[in-house]
């Protein structure tokens, strides 16, 4: 069975290691790494060539990062985890806003899994930067 | 076998919650009784839980956190208290400590030192980093000198935070003013003043800051 990758990037380091644990306890899912600094994402999506990226909210808003990771990889699932902890939004294609309970956040990236085309795929494609 | 050790999770990020509820229900050695956004919701329940150690996060709005932990020490003096995410600088570490507080855990604490911390406090013992150590120490050989001084002086055993306050008396701010500047609660204010108060055998706070100030006593605070 394939797994579905997925790259911590979210703080501080207790919460990203919680989070780490409710994936690794799902049998469709595995954390490829974790990366403490957002200025390392970019290498480590590519690096890990991860399905989906779960961080901070203000990061992932920040103008650079996101759009560098949208430009290289479209299709990435990214879970952005809102600095009050009440909500989390999750993407390709769309912003959703979901409460951010364990089952919300794996349901939704059991569904963006369902993508066409996941990094993986595009890498393979020789469409990554 | 020893039983499980009770623990309660006060935390108001929800996922933080759950997943720490998950983690810690795996481990053989804790029970979690019960999860909770606010201690509000908890005092009242704290008879039923039982818990022996509750996780309190002090990043609340408000820094809510500190206050919370008076709160359920009020209620519960034996329960013990970790509270996450709290500085290295020496004003938190005293406020938990004044706060009665077991023990703390910085921002970037991980699951490991959360289960050791918890393990240490179920048996009554409390871990912290060597600079911690360093800070309480410091703090309890200056408020020992500090008595003995008094003593010899023959004045009256004030404490370094009965000073603190008398000196914002002098300063013209009111107890809500204190409470902001020394990131307590009003009524520890209060508390404190009349405590002041009854140690100096006066009637007002302005005698107390006069007393002080005639004494010498507000250079020594300062």
Known sequence: M????ILLANRPRMLREVVREIIEAQPDMEVVGEVPDPVELLVAVKDTVADAVILDLEDSEEPGLASHLLAGYPNLTIVGLAPNGKTAFVRPGRREIVDPTGANILSALRQASMSPCSSEEQVKKGESP | MERPIRVLIIHRNRLFREGLAFVLAQQQDITVVGSFPGA???????????????????CLPGREGMGEARLIRGVFPEVKILMMGVSELECDVLACAEAGVTGCLPKEASLEDLLNHIQA???????????????????????GREKQLRQVRGLPNLTRREL??????????????IAIRLQIEVQTVKNHIHNILEKLQLDGRREAARFARERGLLVSAT
């Not at chain 2, 509000?40 to 002090?58: F, K, N, S, Y």
């Not at chain 2, 603190?164 to 003013?177: C, F, P, R, T």
């Open chain 1, 2 to 5: 394939k797994k579905i990758k």
């Open chain 2, 40 to 58: 509000g919701e908890v005092v009242a329940e704290l008879v039923r839980l039982t818990p022996d150690v509750i996780l309190l996060d002090l």
């Open chain 2, 121 to 143: 406090a179920a048996a009554g013992e409390a871990l912290c980093s060597p600079k911690v150590a360093g800070l309480l120490l410091s703090r309890v050989a200056e408020s």
């Open chain 2, 164 to 177: 603190e306050i008398i000196a914002l008396i002098e300063e013209g701010l009111s107890n809500k003013e």
